[in-house]
């Protein structure tokens, strides 16, 4: 039939049934085999009869609709209609023979006539133009409990895209921007130099990075009712990517949700919502049955098959002669995955040798014992970036006034007379150098998680490319009661050095060595800001608020600093400033920590953060 003579609504239908036929085609041995059986060999050689069946379909939207033969615009798991998507309540489910039989009353029905067909199936929420859906007489089958939770398209370029954009219309766009473009630099943080609003094609990987910044940009500008509706949807989200769950996880995860719909009048009140009636809110309700009954969302992400469809289509055929080229796209693909295995392998080995013995390592970084399982193991370069570097100058390019004073107190606690503290100041360093590095990296270990595998924390000096040096802040365990996870007995701070003390010190003599129970390894001076509130304020998002701290000894007053070793930091953390009511123009990244007095704790930067900063 001609395109040219049919209305759209015509050709829709066509195309539907098209796409039903052919499943049906590829899809059918299914039946057999999933009915009867078929032997199939696993990778310990047993021969085991199994049947397949259909349980999972994976697919954005439209493809759900299209695929369920549901209504556009309604629930493909339940039978909620589109006005009343916003119940929190999902509806009676719908199942396969239900939509089966719809279709076979509306056949009844419609005297061979489509239109009638149609008005009969749209009028019951299903879809009006196929007769016959590719999955019927499919064995153990229910297409609409196969439908599965889409972490990206459902979350990311929906839900979160919704918010984001409900966001800009509170605050407005420019301020968010403003916002957003003032934020500190952070590893695995996607700077956006020109704001959002601006952006076209905004990809997944873009929205999880906004995600990573949003509450931050707004709190102090919404009130706690909106602040707890946007900290639900993202703890949701959040929550939702869990690579494990249990019973209690996932009462988070309806605890989130809970939260969300208390609070969610906020954004009706504003006048930016009339309603939630949007299929992707209402998707939300299905994710726990979800998770129960198919395992946590990785197992079902779109964003999987778009990635694998790279490695395994895309550079398989770029790796082949591109004749006869399935053998090959195999084999390059069975070599990668070695490739890969060895890899992880020798990284492993390579680690766990460096912890016994550091000093062995013909490697250019050297690896840090962490101090307990409390932590991720650290690395830092074998040799110093500023080897024998002077103290005075030190204090002057790192913007550590208060360094020297922190080094007395510090090797006062290794010797038998301690010098009283209010005399310190007036006792001479016994050097005038150390050894500087400009950097440290982590590999957090347990959580796994491609994106964040190792993470750097940084102490650049002032320089004339970087008239603000760079000095980044972390999480230090400063307790015994810390843990791997959760702040308690931890501290955060800024960290200005990172350094070893030198091997010999000046004598009347000459040079000698420098006494033996100094520590060898490497070391921080770090800039205190104030202790942790002992829970986190909702209002502020559930982020824990923190302030610049300083002291006052013989009426000279100091930052509060210490000197720690280097293994005693758990994390790097990002700060939040805590913006006034109009962003100041001289707050930029580079220098945003030195001018803002008061920040919030970031526990959105990575899911690593999200499951140790609470
Ligand atoms: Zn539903």
Redesign the pocket.
């Known amino acids: 039939m001609d395109r040219s003579r049919m209305n759209d609504q015509e050709h829709r239908s066509l195309v539907q049934r098209l796409f039903h036929e052919s499943m049906r085609i590829v899809l059918e041995p299914l039946i057999e085999a999933g009915t009867n059986g078929v032997e199939m060999t696993s990778s310990d050689g047993a021969v085991r009869r199994v049947h397949p069946i259909l349980t999972c379909y994976v697919a954005d939207y439209p493809e759900q609709c299209l695929v369920a033969c549901t209504k556009y615009g309604t629930?493909v798991?339940?039978k909620?209609p589109a006005n009343d998507l916003q119940n929190p309540e999902?509806?009676e489910n719908r199942d396969q023979q239900w939509t089966e039989k719809i279709i076979y009353e509306a056949k009844q029905a419609a005297d061979n006539k489509p239109q009638k067909f149609h008005s009969y199936c749209m009028s019951h929420d299903v879809a009006g133009s196929v007769y016959k859906p590719f999955w019927t007489g499919f064995p153990l089958c229910d297409i609409h409990r196969s439908i599965t939770p889409d972490v990206l398209h459902q979350l990311y370029q929906g839900v979160f895209k919704h918010l984001v954009h409900w966001c800009q219309r509170v605050l407005t766009p420019q301020e968010l921007d403003r916002r957003i473009r003032a934020l500190p630099p952070a590893y695995g943080l996607r700077q956006f130099k020109n704001g959002i609003f601006a952006m076209s094609q905004i990809s997944g990987t873009e929205r999880k990075n906004m995600a990573k910044i949003l509450l931050g940009c707004l709190v102090g500008c919404m009130p706690a009712q909106g602040i707890a509706a946007v900290t639900a949807l993202l703890d949701f989200i959040y929550l939702a990517q869990y690579p494990a769950h249990d019973s209690n996880t996932l009462d988070y995860l309806q605890d989130a949700l809970d939260r969300f719909q208390k609070n969610r009048e906020y954004f009706i009140l504003t006048g930016v919502r009339k309603d939630f009636n949007i299929p992707k809110f209402?998707?939300l309700?299905?994710y726990i049955e979800a998770i129960q009954l198919f395992g946590t969302t990785d197992n079902y992400n779109t964003e999987m098959f778009e990635r694998l469809h790279i490695d395994f289509a895309k550079h398989g055929w770029r790796a082949s002669n591109q004749r006869d080229e399935f053998p090959q796209m195999i084999q390059w693909l069975s070599r990668q995955e070695k490739v890969i295995s060895f890899e992880f392998h020798q990284k492993d080995l390579q680690r766990s040798q460096a912890d016994i013995n550091s000093e062995d390592m013909d490697s250019e970084t050297v690896l840090l014992q962490p101090l307990s399982k409390k932590k991720a193991s650290i690395s830092i370069s074998k040799h110093p970036n500023f080897p024998r570097r002077k103290i005075s100058l030190i204090e002057d390019k790192h913007n550590a006034p208060d360094f020297t004073h922190y080094l007395k107190v510090f090797l006062n606690s290794f010797i038998a007379t301690k010098v009283p503290r209010a005399y310190l100041d007036q006792s001479k360093l016994p050097f005038e150098h150390v050894n500087v590095y400009n950097m440290f990296r982590f590999h957090p270990q347990g959580i796994h998680d491609e994106e964040e595998e190792s993470d750097i924390v940084k102490a650049l000096p002032r320089s004339a490319q970087n008239p603000h040096g760079r000095f980044d802040t972390v999480i230090a365990i400063t307790k015994e009661t810390a843990e791997s996870t959760g702040l308690t007995g931890t501290r955060v701070g800024r960290v200005r050095v990172i350094f070893t003390l030198p091997d010999e010190v000046p004598s009347i003599t000459g040079l000698r060595p420098a006494p033996r129970n100094w520590p060898k390894e490497p070391l921080v001076y770090i800039e205190w800001y104030s202790t942790l509130e002992r829970a986190a304020n909702p209002r502020n998002g559930l982020m824990y608020r923190i302030k610049k701290v300083s002291t006052t000894v013989n009426q000279k007053t100091r930052v509060q600093g210490a000197i720690l070793p280097l293994s005693s930091i758990r994390q790097s953390c990002m700060l939040f400033p805590i913006f006034p009511a109009s962003v100041p123009v001289h707050w930029t990244p580079d220098s945003v920590l030195d001018h803002a007095s008061s920040f919030y704790v970031n526990n959105w930067l990575s899911k690593y953060d999200y499951q140790t900063i609470w």
């Open positions: 629930c798991k339940c909620t999902p509806g209402h998707s309700l299905h």
